[in-house]
C-alpha cells in the first residue's frame, strides 16, 4: 500500500458537464499518472507528471486535462463529459529503487459513468 | 504505437491444471513487467524482468523474458482459485525513458474453478 487514495470512487454524471477526480498520496511521490481501463484495452495512459506544475499528455489525453498544485494531489478533469469517456480510472505513483528500475502503485479506481 | 499483445485474452480452467499467458511485441523493450489485478481493485506489480532469457519464479509462477527480448510469458503451475484475476503485461512507454510511464497489454482474464 503507497498511501494512495481516489475520490470519488463512483460517479455517475451526464453529458456535457465537468468533472474532477482527485488523487491522493501520503508519501511525496514525484511521479504520478492518470489511467483509463476499458475491456479489450488494458491500462492507457491519459497524462501524468513530474512534480508540482509538471505534466504531460500520454496516449489518450483528448478531452482531459491535469492539475498538480501540490505534490500530493493529481486532479484529472473532464472538461465536458461525453459518453465514451465512461471508464474505470487509475491513479498511479512510481517509487524508484536504487537501481534506476521503479515500481508502480495503483490506486483502488474511480468508475465514472456519463449518461 | 509501441503495441504489446497478449495471448490468450480469457482462459477459463479447471483447480490443478497448468496454463500459459503469453505477451508479444515487434519490437524490442528493455523490460517488461507483469501485473495481477483482482476486481474493484488496481493492478498490483507481480515480477520485472530486464535481461534476454531471465527466468524469474514466485511460488507456482514463472516468468520468463525471451532471448531477444521482445517476448515474454507466464506460467502457472497447479492453479488455483486464488489465482483467478487479471494478468496484465507492461513495458515502458516511449521517450523520455525515465518518466516511468507504462504501455499496457490488453490483459488476459482467468478464472479457474474448484
Known amino acids: 500500500d503507497a498511501g494512495i487514495t481516489q475520490s470519488p470512487r463512483h460517479k455517475v454524471t451526464e453529458t456535457g458537464t465537468p468533472v474532477t477526480l482527485r488523487c491522493h498520496q501520503t508519501?511525496?511521490?514525484?511521479?504520478m499518472y492518470w489511467y483509463r481501463q476499458d475491456p479489450g484495452h488494458g491500462l492507457r495512459l491519459i497524462h501524468y507528471?513530474?512534480?508540482?506544475?509538471?505534466?504531460d499528455k500520454g496516449e489518450v489525453s483528448d478531452g482531459y486535462s491535469v492539475s498538480r498544485s501540490k505534490t500530493e494531489d493529481f486532479l484529472l478533469t473532464l472538461e465536458s463529459a461525453t459518453s465514451s469517456q465512461t471508464s474505470v480510472y487509475f491513479c498511479a505513483i512510481s517509487e524508484w529503487a536504487s537501481g534506476g528500475t521503479d515500481t508502480q502503485y495503483f490506486g483502488p479506481g474511480t468508475r465514472l459513468t456519463v449518461l | 504505437t509501441q503495441l504489446l499483445e497478449q495471448s490468450p485474452q480469457f482462459l477459463s480452467i479447471q483447480e490443478g491444471e497448468n496454463l500459459t499467458v503469453y505477451c508479444n511485441s515487434s519490437s524490442v523493450f528493455s523490460s517488461l513487467q507483469w501485473y495481477r489485478q483482482e476486481p474493484g481493485e488496481g493492478p498490483v506489480l507481480l515480477v520485472t524482468v530486464v535481461t534476454g532469457g531471465e527466468v524469474k519464479k514466485l511460488k507456482r509462477l514463472t516468468f520468463q523474458f525471451g532471448d531477444a527480448r521482445k517476448d515474454s510469458s507466464l506460467h502457472i503451475t497447479a492453479a488455483q482459485p486464488g489465482d483467478t484475476g487479471l494478468y496484465l503485461c507492461a513495458r515502458r512507454g516511449g521517450l523520455p525513458s525515465n518518466t516511468g510511464k507504462l504501455i499496457f497489454g490488453q490483459g488476459t482474464t482467468l478464472q479457474v474453478k474448484p
Open positions: 508519501e511525496n511521490h514525484r511521479y
Open positions: 507528471s513530474y512534480g508540482v506544475k509538471d505534466t
